[in-house]
């Protein structure tokens, strides 16, 4: 789920075999984890009858050795890129992704092309 921070996006991916949520920032500050509590429970009133269990009991774990953004902008295509990995379900070590603050402008550009061309899809049918 991407979460919307006090000016600031991140990611917190709710890890249903396990029990757990797992919590992914760009820019770490303390701030920024306050408020996730509040997020589950709001996801928890909204989808209980949905869940096997009580998600405001799971750990919240502060994923570590992310990729850092350089500055206040970038912290929603890291939040893409994020995703990314996490869906594509592979084991990696994020110290393979340190080039991502220097390719920030280049996912910038795919993530444009990429709903360009999606929404020009949709158009055309």
Request: aromatic share 8%; proline share 4%.
């Amino acid at each position: 789920m991407p979460c919307h921070l006090t000016n600031h996006w991140a990611l917190l991916v709710c890890r249903l075999k396990d029990c757990k949520w797992e919590f992914y920032d760009s820019m770490k500050t303390k701030r920024h984890r306050s408020g996730l509590p509040g997020l589950v429970k709001l996801l928890h009133e909204e989808a209980s009858r949905a869940l096997p269990s009580d998600i405001n009991d799971w750990p919240i774990v502060e994923v570590t050795g992310l990729p850092q953004q350089a500055n206040g902008d970038d912290c929603g295509v890291f939040v893409l890129k994020f995703m990314e990995v996490v869906l594509s379900n592979e084991v990696i070590s994020w110290s393979e992704c340190c080039s991502w603050l220097a390719e920030t402008g280049k996912f910038r550009a795919e993530i444009a092309a990429d709903l360009l061309t999606t929404f020009s899809e949709i158009s055309s049918h």
